[in-house]
């Protein structure tokens, strides 16, 4: 591990300009494990000024060049995959299995993709007789949340280097352990000085000024639709590309001819994988009137087993940490406690922690029945374990309170009849739907509409994010 209090800027680790230590707390523990510096408008001023200089070098190289660097970067990558994981369940609580499996996985995977894409890419293409060329935006800033920190980091990364960005990189301040390691990963990969730079720090600050900076072309955001909105101010004065990927609200339609073990099942796990800490989480179920009380009964079931492995993130055993830090923590509790008053019905969690735990932010899995659309845990990302299930008595109502919503991230139907869950799927306002629990595919784009974002991630949509358009007339006369 390099040393935290450094920053990652133009090759080396530095100093910030004005050191200021805060902690970052283990959520499993409630414990300092490090000691961070947070930076200033100073310190991204150099950041971006190396990356600047190093644009116009990095912008020419070739497409093998770039391809090289990408194998270079994964096999480092996988040699410190293990130190990576411990990294992110350290920081954010994450079990130790979904940090292997997933969050530095995932990451492998999607660096795998990025190169893919470059591999493949047209970036000039004859039209006539106008060349259409696509070029790199710049110099990128990138502020990436701590949910899925280094997942969120590279979706954005990858696709940056690929299209041929230099970029300036602020991870959240909760979660910056596993971003300080990736930065020696790529400083022993051999990306070029200046071509990544790290500032760790507040959003209000770090992420202010690089949403603000004049040298910054574009920037790429993750996190909630309030500072979504913040970062788009800031960025507005200088007209440069904004790309959101925000929250979301997820509706998952259970339509009445859906295998319900699948269904039910897949459902209440997908709202509780990461603690609920995922911005499509399906949080919403709706459920045909007629079949309230058995997917109510097994939707229960599926908590309380889920419940019995809440526990310490480092055990093998455990699929349930604790949520990422005491503001979550109390803010999911305050949702719990919001629900009742509001006249949900409990039926299974609640406020306060899982029984045995007497510290830590861990927050017993909840499912809510008897949820009207109006109330604030059906309308608010709650982002933590709790699942609210409403019901709908003929399909038209299901598909207008799934899209009775701001946001519009993701969706889910079930159903045995794959056509008929394909009519569903087409009138959900979202960016991507699930139809009936399917592999997972590394390629699709990923974004949202309405308040849940714009602009997309992943496979060729994430690459083109990172590129301008160029039309050149009259490039060739035949």
Not at 98 to 111: A, C, E, K, N, R
Request: proline fraction near 6%; aromatic fraction near 8%; glycine fraction near 8%.
């Amino acid at each position: 591990m390099p040393d935290p209090r450094l920053f990652y800027i133009d090759g080396s680790w530095v100093e910030p300009a004005t050191p200021r230590l805060a902690d970052v707390i283990n959520p499993a523990t409630e414990a300092s494990i490090a000691r961070i510096s947070h930076g200033s408008s100073a310190d991204v001023d150099r950041a971006v000024a190396a990356a600047r200089a190093a644009f116009p070098a990095f912008a020419a190289t070739s497409r093998e060049e770039r391809l090289a660097l990408f194998g270079r970067i994964v096999e480092c990558f996988k040699a410190r995959r293990e130190e990576l994981a411990r990294a992110v369940t350290a920081e954010m609580g994450s079990p130790a299995k979904l940090s292997w499996d997933m969050q530095t996985g995932s990451s492998i995977v999607y660096f795998e993709e990025a190169a893919a894409v470059l591999r493949d890419f047209e970036f000039d293409r004859l039209k006539g007789t106008t060349l259409i060329a696509h070029e790199p935006i710049g110099v990128c800033g990138l502020i990436t949340p701590w949910n899925w920190p280094l997942n969120q980091i590279v979706t954005k990364l990858a696709p940056a280097l690929a299209a041929g960005c230099t970029v300036v990189l602020k991870p959240s301040e909760l979660s910056p352990l596993s971003a300080l390691l990736l930065a020696e990963v790529l400083h022993e990969a051999g990306v070029p000085k200046g071509v990544f730079n790290l500032v760790n720090g507040t959003g209000a600050e770090v992420g202010a000024a690089i949403a603000a900076h004049p040298d910054i072309d574009m920037v790429s955001f993750t996190g909630s639709t309030r500072a979504g909105i913040l970062v788009a101010e800031a960025a507005a004065k200088t007209v440069k590309r904004v790309h959101q990927e925000l929250g979301g609200k997820s509706a998952n339609i259970i339509l009445p001819d859906a295998n319900l073990d699948l269904a039910v099942t897949d459902g209440v796990n997908r709202c509780f994988i990461n603690s609920g800490q995922s911005c499509i989480a399906p949080t919403r179920m709706f459920v045909h009137r007629s079949q309230k009380d058995e997917i109510i009964d097994r939707a229960k079931a599926v908590a309380v087993a889920a419940a019995a492995i809440v526990g310490d993130p480092t055990s093998p055993e455990t699929t349930m940490g604790p949520v990422a830090g005491m503001a979550q923590f109390t803010k999911v509790g305050g949702m719990i406690e919001t629900g009742i008053a509001e006249g949900a019905t409990l039926v299974a969690g609640g406020p306060g922690r899982p029984k045995d735990l007497s510290r830590g932010y861990f927050i017993r899995p909840t499912i809510f029945s008897d949820v009207s659309p109006d109330m604030t845990i059906a309308r608010q990302e709650i982002f933590g374990p709790v699942l609210s299930i409403l019901t709908y008595d003929d399909e038209a109502e299901a598909i207008r309170l799934a899209n009775d919503t701001v946001y519009g991230l993701a969706g889910y139907v079930y159903s045995q009849d794959e056509e008929h869950a394909r009519r569903i799927a087409a009138h959900i306002r979202a960016g991507r739907i699930f139809i009936n629990n399917p592999p997972f595919d590394f390629n699709a784009p990923f974004g949202g509409y309405k308040q849940s974002g714009n602009g997309r991630e992943l496979g060729i949509f994430g690459m083109t994010e990172f590129l301008e358009v160029k039309a050149v007339l009259g490039y060739s006369q035949v």
